[in-house]
């Protein structure tokens, strides 16, 4: 029987797919910022599946090194398909194997990506919705506050 770990040994985990566009990346840093600043003492890291880092695998190690023996793997991805059916599974259990042969016993748990939460799809139907309403066309284009990322 096993027992679920104290929270100072549960870290989380939010990955991203990646990418070399620092342009794409710059909005994920500032998404772990506000994140950050709304917790306690929750540790949270950010992690990407390709392209860019620290990779999942890193971080992994990282967190397994400092003593974390349960971590949280939250996709930022919209909805599940083949990397996370199949690509990070399997990195997973390749680094549950891996720490355990260094002598790190540690649970690696893959949640559902937050595009599947309904709260997201309501909030992106909301923003949709204002989009392209008429009144909406006519007073905006291009947001300044996002231009920065494009």
Same mark, same amino acid.
């Given at each position: 029987?096993?027992?679920? /770990? &104290?929270?100072?040994?549960?870290? #989380?985990? @939010?990955?991203?797919? %990646?990418? $070399?566009?620092?342009?794409? !990346?710059?909005? +994920?840093?500032?998404?772990?910022?506000?994140?950050?600043?709304?917790?306690?003492?929750?540790?949270?890291?950010?992690?990407?599946?390709?392209?860019?880092? /620290? &990779?999942?695998?890193?971080?992994? #190690?990282? @967190?397994?090194?400092? %003593?974390? $023996?349960?971590?949280?793997? !939250?996709?930022? +991805?919209?909805?599940?398909?083949?990397?996370?059916?199949?690509?990070?599974?399997?990195?997973?259990?390749?680094?549950?194997?891996?720490?355990?042969?260094?002598?790190?016993?540690?649970?690696?748990?893959?949640?559902?990506?937050?595009?599947?939460?309904?709260?997201?799809?309501?909030?992106?139907?909301?923003?949709?919705?204002?989009?392209?309403?008429?009144?909406?066309?006519?007073?905006?284009?291009?947001?300044?506050?996002?231009?920065?990322?494009?």
């Amino acid at each position: 029987m096993s027992t679920q /770990p &104290s929270s100072s040994h549960t870290s #989380t985990i @939010l990955l991203a797919h %990646g990418s $070399t566009d620092q342009n794409w !990346l710059a909005p +994920f840093g500032d998404l772990i910022a506000n994140i950050r600043s709304g917790l306690n003492t929750e540790r949270v890291e950010l992690a990407y599946m390709e392209l860019a880092e /620290p &990779s999942l695998e890193q971080q992994v #190690t990282l @967190l397994a090194s400092e %003593g974390y $023996t349960h971590i949280d793997v !939250l996709p930022l +991805f919209f909805a599940a398909g083949r990397h996370l059916r199949r690509d990070v599974p399997k990195i997973i259990e390749t680094l549950q194997a891996e720490l355990a042969v260094q002598g790190h016993t540690i649970t690696i748990d893959l949640h559902p990506p937050v595009g599947l939460d309904p709260e997201v799809a309501s909030a992106i139907s909301r923003i949709v919705i204002q989009k392209v309403s008429l009144e909406d066309r006519k007073s905006t284009r291009l947001n300044s506050s996002h231009s920065r990322y494009l």
